[in-house]
């Protein structure tokens, strides 16, 4: 795999992250639904260790509901505030402001008592690139691109959005990379679109998601490819051969041939791929609590 990880890139955007967190009161760290393993630093709980998190769980719409929830469990019992949403659509957005409120509701009471009345709530926004971190500002913000007035940071050119009388948020400067620690993570980032398909060959990207799917959601298989079953996998398969049993398979029912009569996997794994990532074959998460 061509991924590399980027660690004098990483050490820049922390130290930017970590001398802007005195300035916010919470830290809204947005990940994608479907990977949230994958979707995220992994060094953002130390950097933000001490602020209060909200989770916002993004493409909830695209993962698996059940999963969702177990997601969301798991989180609050860490002590973090959990929302889920579809950025793209603004399901959940609207509750974003209210459940702010809510995780820091003791510290805007102390805050009245010492007299600071109506002060607004200064949240950071986190999240590594293509979790929709921009579409779900903008959404919050409902496309408000003015700076939120005199705050800290404005004068060195970082991004403070103003929400409404309640709530300024500051976009995260530089880029949160992900941490390409193995092999498979890349591969769900991959899945999802998050980073480009030529990362392997197309073809061996279909085939680990084929064998995936067949062992989390071998239903969806059934009913988006009209198979009556699905191929056994054999003891020695490792995922890429049972994968690409079942690329031919699938490839056979939707009549996808090359000349000389062959299947057209490659065809198959690229279509897999698009009807995976439109949400036409269901809605699944790729990494479950249990595992993580």
């Not at 989770?55 to 999963?67: C, G, K, S």
Request: aromatic fraction near 6%.
């Amino acid at each position: 795999m061509n991924i590399q990880w980027y660690p004098g890139h990483m050490t820049k955007t922390r130290r930017q992250i970590e001398a802007d967190l005195k300035n916010v009161d919470i830290v809204v760290e947005i990940m994608d639904a479907r990977i949230p393993v994958s979707s995220r630093n992994p060094d953002i709980d130390s950097i933000c260790a001490g602020k209060p998190r909200l989770i916002v769980l993004n493409r909830a719409d695209q993962a698996d509901p059940e999963l969702n929830r177990k997601w969301a469990e798991r989180f609050r019992a860490q002590g973090h505030s959990v929302l889920e949403t579809d950025a793209k659509t603004g399901r959940g957005v609207n509750q974003f402001s209210a459940l702010i409120q809510q995780s820091l509701k003791e510290q805007i009471a102390r805050w009245r008592e010492k007299g600071q009345v109506g002060r607004p709530v200064r949240a950071m926004v986190v999240g590594v690139p293509n979790v929709g971190k921009s579409t779900f500002i903008n959404k919050v913000a409902r496309k408000k691109s003015a700076k939120a007035g005199d705050r800290p940071g404005v004068t060195r050119g970082k991004q403070w959005v103003n929400v409404d009388n309640t709530l300024d948020l500051l976009d995260t400067p530089g880029i949160l990379w992900p941490k390409f620690e193995d092999e498979q993570i890349g591969m769900h980032l991959a899945f999802t679109g998050a980073v480009k398909d030529d990362i392997m060959d197309v073809e061996t990207l279909g085939c680990h998601l084929m064998a995936l799917l067949a062992q989390r959601y071998p239903q969806a298989l059934l009913d988006g490819y009209k198979l009556t079953q699905l191929p056994q996998r054999q003891e020695e398969e490792n995922d890429v051969a049972y994968g690409y049993r079942l690329l031919e398979a699938c490839a056979q029912k939707r009549g996808m041939r090359i000349s000389g009569g062959e299947f057209d996997t490659e065809r198959m794994a690229r279509t897999l791929l698009d009807e995976y990532r439109g949400s036409k074959l269901g809605r699944f998460t790729l990494e479950i609590p249990e595992e993580a």
